[in-house]
């Protein structure tokens, strides 16, 4: 993965095309390359006998100049940086800042290309700098600002529906968290441990989830109640985490603007609803089959475990101690 910054300000991981990918694209769009040769040499040239020597080598010389510059300019510029041998491995160049690669980037990987793929004299270079450069750069690539994404990956393991919510145990804790000093890193660590909760084994996931969540805990006030299970509390973390990030997108959009009237209905009346139907009941009111804290009912985490109302409050041989 790579940071972006966008014209906008705004950073983005995008993932970085490997080097074998990228070497086997090249090796596609190499071998398309040259069979157009081969079909100029053998096809069309022999059926030109009747031109001079000087006009059969400007042709061909032309023939050459469009195969091997123009094939990749005119492909990454129509496609906004993709060639068939990019097509066929979900990969795509584009500008530094994110930007889809321009016609000028497109001619300077071609030509530089020429010295740095098919005559082979920087080709050395160009490894050297693929390998060092932290998105893969080649010389061309250097040169011209650009360097190759991976469009295609693998889809995301899903989050289990039981970690995408605060476990009700710890609703009421989660209300006063203070989670402004959680990195991306850590975050992203936790997110990754609960996908694959249930592919972990035992052992090696409750080792895992403690470190992880002691990690989070040392970001993260206040602590969690004693007996508390680290994927609960990892769980807990994130989904607040989420509430607040969607909330402060939310904040941002425009509101729609308030009518005076809706449907003929004037502003302060509610509607009638259809014949016999009942009222809604006030918030608090009505028997809606609510799980209360200490009933009983909701009081499980996520891994099926007590929550920490339980009877003693202690810590359990699952729990983890938050650092002080």
């Given at each position: 993965m790579?940071?972006?910054?966008?014209?906008?300000a705004?950073v983005?991981?995008v993932?970085?095309?490997?080097?074998?990918?990228?070497?086997?694209?090249?090796l596609?769009?190499?071998?398309?390359?040259?069979?157009?040769i081969?079909?100029?040499l053998?096809?069309?040239?022999?059926?030109?006998g009747?031109v001079d020597a000087?006009?059969?080598?400007?042709?061909?010389l032309?023939?050459?100049?469009?195969?091997?510059?123009?094939?990749?300019?005119?492909f990454?510029?129509?496609?906004?940086?993709?060639?068939p041998?990019?097509?066929?491995l979900?990969?795509?160049?584009v500008?530094?800042d994110?930007?889809?690669?321009?016609?000028?980037q497109?001619?300077?990987r071609?030509?530089?290309?020429v010295i740095?793929?098919?005559s082979?004299?920087g080709?050395?270079?160009g490894?050297?700098t693929?390998i060092?450069s932290?998105?893969?750069?080649?010389?061309?690539?250097?040169?011209a600002?650009?360097?190759a994404?991976?469009?295609?990956?693998?889809?995301r393991?899903?989050?289990?529906p039981?970690?995408?919510v605060?476990?009700?145990?710890l609703a009421?804790?989660?209300?006063?968290?203070?989670?402004?000093?959680?990195?991306d890193?850590?975050?992203g660590a936790a997110?990754?441990?609960?996908?694959r909760?249930?592919?972990?084994?035992?052992?090696?996931?409750?080792?895992?989830?403690?470190?992880l969540?002691?990690?989070v805990a040392?970001?993260?006030s206040?602590?969690?109640?004693?007996?508390t299970?680290?994927?609960?509390?990892?769980?807990?973390?994130?989904?607040?985490?989420?509430?607040?990030?969607?909330?402060?997108?939310a904040?941002r959009?425009?509101?729609?603007?308030v009518?005076?009237?809706a449907a003929?209905?004037?502003?302060?009346?509610?509607?009638?609803?259809?014949?016999?139907?009942?009222?809604p009941a006030?918030?608090g009111a009505?028997?809606g089959?609510?799980?209360?804290?200490?009933?009983?009912?909701?009081?499980r985490l996520?891994d099926g475990?007590?929550?920490?109302?339980?009877?003693?409050?202690?810590p359990g041989?699952?729990g983890?101690?938050p650092?002080?």
């Open positions: 790579a940071e972006v910054v966008t014209g906008e705004v983005l991981d993932p970085v095309a490997t080097f074998p990918g990228r070497l086997l694209a090249l596609i769009d190499m071998a398309i390359q040259i069979a157009l081969v079909v100029i053998v096809i069309v040239l022999p059926r030109a009747h000087s006009t059969r080598t400007a042709v061909l032309t023939c050459w100049v469009l195969i091997i510059v123009g094939y990749p300019t005119i990454e510029t129509l496609t906004r940086g993709k060639t041998g990019k097509m066929a979900g990969q795509r160049v500008g530094d994110g930007s889809p690669e321009r016609f000028r497109a001619l300077v071609a030509l530089t290309g740095e793929v098919w082979g004299i080709a050395p270079a490894l050297i693929c060092v932290v998105r893969g750069k080649r010389l061309g690539d250097l040169w600002g650009t360097f994404i991976q469009e295609r990956v693998p889809a393991q899903q989050l289990p039981a970690f995408a605060v476990p009700p145990p009421g804790w989660a209300q006063s968290l203070e989670i402004s000093r959680l990195t890193q850590n975050a997110s990754a441990y609960l996908r909760f249930a592919d972990l084994r035992p052992e090696a996931r409750d080792e895992l989830g403690r470190s969540a002691s990690a040392e970001q993260v206040p602590p969690p109640p004693p007996g299970p680290p994927a609960a509390y990892l769980a807990a973390v994130l989904a607040v985490r989420r509430e607040r990030d969607q909330a402060r997108l904040a959009q425009p509101e729609p603007p009518l005076p009237y003929g209905v004037p502003t302060g009346t509610r509607a009638a609803g259809p014949a016999g139907a009942p009222e006030a918030d009505g028997g089959d609510r799980a209360v804290p200490g009933d009983g009912a909701g009081d996520p475990s007590a929550g920490p109302a339980g009877q003693d409050n202690q041989p699952r983890f101690a650092p002080a």
